[in-house]
């Protein structure tokens, strides 16, 4: 159990075009997702906190009207890289926080495959 | 502020013991989680401490000290496909995950 998908896990773009990724929790239901993005070599920078049903809440640093955030449903959230150029080139995972009761250990995230954008 | 601590990269042979050290200091504590993550893919899941002492888990084992804010994942007999980096994470008092920047684990024959 406890599998989170992502989509697409590779994408190559044209700067100035938007990007979308999904993020799906497939056999359980997430009250929280997590985005996160990732350089080489680099940890883990999180970028924005999603709830079902609320707006997200955005590490500072990260512009909210470039990466758009829409966690539609308890299984679902998706990415949105608007307007995107060479510099948000990058690896992007996102995770899911099990309903309390269900986790294998308390609050215990499960991480997507990664999305890996490159922007020309 | 916040900060995690663990090397950036250690050696070890295979077959061997190693043990990969994690310092932190955060605003609260409310669990240490141990990922592995192998290059280019997401980090997965490896254990969870919250109260001091060790847990095993196979070949993997990690340790928890909270009052020396000191943690170690333990790794035996040593295979070539645990080369990945092993990330350390401490979730702070609003349940929010601090990072470490990792530690690139290279197995030699």
Request: proline letters at 3%.
């Amino acid at each position: 159990g406890a599998v989170v998908s992502q989509h697409p896990s590779r994408v190559i773009c044209k700067s100035g075009t938007s990007v979308k990724i999904e993020c799906r929790s497939l056999d359980f239901q997430a009250t929280t997702m997590f985005w996160y993005r990732q350089f080489p070599k680099k940890s883990l920078m999180l970028m924005a906190t999603s709830n079902e049903g609320s707006k997200a809440t955005y590490e500072q640093g990260v512009e909210k009207d470039k990466f758009l955030i829409n966690h539609a449903s308890l299984t679902l959230s998706t990415l949105t890289v608007t307007s995107a150029h060479p510099e948000d080139s990058s690896f992007y995972i996102c995770s899911a926080r099990m309903i309390e009761g269900v986790a294998r250990a308390p609050e215990t995230q499960y991480f997507g495959p990664g999305t890996r954008l490159l922007v020309l | 502020g916040q900060n995690i601590d663990q090397p950036t990269e250690m050696t070890a042979t295979e077959g061997a013991i190693v043990q990969i050290n994690c310092t932190y200091q955060t605003s609260g504590f409310n669990g240490l989680f141990w990922y592995q993550q192998h290059a280019g893919e997401a980090p997965t899941f490896l254990s969870y401490n919250v109260l001091d002492g060790l847990e095993e888990k196979g070949r993997f084992s990690s340790f928890l000290s909270r009052s020396k804010g000191y943690s170690y994942l333990l790794l035996k007999e040593l295979q070539m496909k645990d080369s990945a980096s092993y990330l350390c994470a401490v979730m702070d008092s609003n349940y929010q995950l601090i990072w470490g920047a990792g530690t690139k684990l290279i197995i030699k024959p």
